[in-house]
């Protein structure tokens, strides 16, 4: 009995030392029993055995501790000689630093106390940057002689800019813009919309135009406008219940969209369009029109119902300003089929639009629509939902007058010099087949950059009668800026480049897990 306490006190102590061991020994006085009793080994021999596997275990633990030692030591070792060489270089380059530091700030203020250019030398700067071409002699001496008088080189600049040759060379002399001046007068104008008791009244003008005094229908008609006005009026005159404002805006933009000259008919067409669009959005435009009576400029937030909160980040970035309305645009739960919707306590305009990716294009149609016939004649600055306001004082001194004289500004892309981004859309877009295939459509429009860019009311005025007559460019078009584009330069608008996001007015805030930073 005392053999096997004794055993048993081996075993654990064996345990403590090295699991191992003590397994091994428990297994040997279970396994070797002899004649019934376990085996009697000398007690100094087994003593002198644990102490040999105990040292032995000691020893490569030993062993494997050194070896971490060593590594570590070398490690450190090699930080050590790594830094040291960092140490040693910056030392080496930092009095070169600085010398280079010093010298581009005495090179800094010699030109601003010494550099000036003479007025021949402005002048003929100004031909070559603006004009692309050397200065004839008559107008060197001219402009020279003007800027000696002066002193005003701003001036100078700003006759160069508005002369007939920049312009010719760089804005309304499109050869893919229509040639009918009185289509582009028509377009650029606001609708003024017949009040109810005068409707009747535009409806005989618009007969008589057509040769006829009553409205019984002719046997033949030249065109299916003309055929779908008539049963327009067949339709309004017969109706016995209340009129349905949808279905006849329907019919009103089909009839419109078979003619896109400035006839009378297509005056009238407008005229009644905007009529029934006033009554069956009526709260709308009234709350609309009174979150932005007094606005000069309207900033289009455009996001959708999950980022909703960004768009009011964006707004709070902006000056409280009154010459300043914001606008969050979303689109409607039920897509084509929804109705305008303004709420002025959130800023928020719901169009009939789905509120997708894909949806983008048709989504600021709707606004450009809603916006023209309210008859408000400001300026729209259209950005994302993730753009910040980082200059306030120029975005009314500069922007807006920019815009007001240039109609159409932003970050542009000229065709033929840039190729659009064929994979922007991809990962974005709720339909999954339209994440699977590049963009495949032609590009031949200049346009203003899609996160910001800024169009006068004459701009506005004419996307939205676009967005009636030529609503299939905004459906097939996926991306919005280019279905933008596209329309503008067909009525002879071609973009101004102005990076509002460079020229630190704007900025594109980034969200991260920790803290948010503004990047220009």
Not at 117 to 140: I, N, Q
Request: glycine share 4%; aromatic share 10%.
């Amino acid at each position: 009995m005392r053999h096997t306490r004794l055993w048993q006190r081996i075993a654990e102590a064996s345990n403590l030392l090295d699991p191992t061991l003590g397994r091994s020994i428990c297994e040997f006085l279970v396994r070797i029993p002899v004649l019934g009793q376990v085996v009697r080994l000398p007690l100094i021999a087994v003593r002198r055995a644990i102490r040999l596997a105990t040292s032995h275990a000691l020893c490569i633990e030993r062993h494997e501790i050194d070896a971490l030692r060593a590594q570590e030591q070398a490690h450190y070792e090699q930080r050590q000689m790594s830094y040291n060489q960092l140490k040693q270089q910056y030392e080496k380059a930092a009095p070169r630093h600085d010398e280079l530091k010093q010298k581009c700030e005495a090179a800094r203020a010699h030109l601003e106390d010494n550099f000036q250019l003479t007025p021949e030398e402005f002048v003929a700067a100004l031909y070559v940057a603006v004009l692309h071409r050397a200065a004839d002699s008559a107008g060197l001496a001219h402009w020279s002689r003007v800027i000696t008088d002066t002193g005003d080189y701003t001036a100078v600049l700003a006759r160069f800019v508005e002369s007939d040759e920049f312009k010719a060379a760089n804005r309304c002399e499109d050869r893919r813009a229509i040639k009918d001046k009185e289509t582009i007068r028509f377009f650029s104008a606001p609708i003024l919309a017949p009040v109810d008791e005068h409707v009747e009244s535009v409806k005989a003008q618009a007969l008589q135009h057509l040769g006829l005094h009553s409205h019984p229908r002719p046997a033949k008609m030249q065109h299916y406008s003309e055929h779908l006005f008539l049963r327009y009026l067949e339709n309004y005159r017969s109706a016995t219940e209340p009129i349905d404002h949808g279905s006849v805006m329907a019919l009103l933009k089909q009839a419109i969209g078979f003619e896109l000259a400035a006839s009378p008919l297509q005056k009238t067409l407008f005229a009644l369009y905007q009529h029934h669009f006033r009554i069956e959005n009526r709260a709308a435009l009234y709350k609309f029109g009174q979150h932005c009576k007094d606005a000069t400029l309207i900033v289009i937030h455009c996001s959708c119902s999950p980022r909703m909160w960004q768009a009011e980040m964006s707004v709070r970035s902006f000056p409280t300003n009154g010459s300043i309305a914001h606008v969050i645009v979303i689109g409607h739960p039920m897509g084509r089929e929804g109705q305008y919707e303004f709420h002025e306590e959130i800023r928020t305009l719901t169009v009939p639009a789905n509120d997708f990716y894909e949806g983008l294009s048709e989504k600021m149609a709707s606004v450009y629509a809603f916006i023209s016939f309210a008859g408000t004649q400001a300026c729209i600055l259209k950005i994302d939902d993730e753009i910040r306001c980082t200059d306030q004082e120029a975005l009314i001194s500069e922007i807006l007058p920019l815009v007001q004289a240039r109609d159409y500004i932003g970050v542009a892309w000229y065709h033929g010099q840039y190729e659009v981004k064929r994979w922007w859309h991809v990962g974005k877009c709720h339909d999954r087949s339209l994440n699977e295939r590049p963009y495949g459509l032609i590009v031949n429009a200049d346009y203003a950059n899609g996160p910001s860019y800024a169009v006068s009311s004459r701009a506005v005025n004419i996307l939205g009668k676009a967005s009636i007559c030529l609503e299939g460019q905004f459906r097939a078009e996926l991306y919005e800026d280019l279905a933008v584009g596209k329309i503008l330069n067909h009525f002879g608008i071609i973009p101004t480049n102005f990076d509002l996001i460079r020229s630190d007015i704007l900025a594109v805030q980034e969200f991260s897990d920790d803290i948010p930073t503004l990047i220009p």
